[in-house]
């Protein structure tokens, strides 16, 4: 019974769910940081790339691995951490900062809108797994 229970849990669409509530986890800190730095001289606009993000989760070997050899049939996606970059080529006011409120704040609501997303569709898959271990019933 507690290795149905793992197995069940162990659903690479759930995984993937997570991996991407995680990147948007991060960019949110780091848009947030934009924003607390708004009026910090020098300060430079960071941002996380969704661009190496996708071509990350659409890569092969070595980002997939089996967890073990005999079990080649069973692959997971072990992404790498979440990165940073500046921005380069944004429009800098006299004080060499980069930072437009406008566009931190419009990337704030997409972040949350992405997350949110998730979050409702990680739940609707929980529910799915809920229901068939209740033969169909819900609650």
Do not use: C
Request: charged share 25%.
């Amino acid at each position: 019974m507690e290795r149905l229970k793992v197995q069940l849990l162990q659903d690479p669409t759930i995984d993937a769910m997570s991996n991407y509530m995680t990147r948007l986890s991060r960019r949110q800190q780091v848009v947030v940081s934009n924003i607390a730095n708004v009026d910090t001289p020098g300060y430079k606009t960071k941002e996380i790339s969704f661009h190496a993000t996708m071509e990350e989760l659409l890569s092969e070997p070595p980002g997939m691995r089996a967890p073990r050899p005999e079990h080649l049939g069973e692959w997971s996606f072990t992404p790498a951490e979440p990165v940073a970059y500046e921005v380069p080529d944004l429009p800098s006011r006299p004080d060499r900062n980069n930072v437009n409120i406008d566009s931190e704040l419009l990337k704030l609501g997409e972040t949350s809108f992405g997350y949110t997303m998730m979050t409702q569709l990680l739940r609707s898959k929980l529910r799915t797994i809920a229901s068939s271990i209740n033969e169909g019933r819900i609650g």
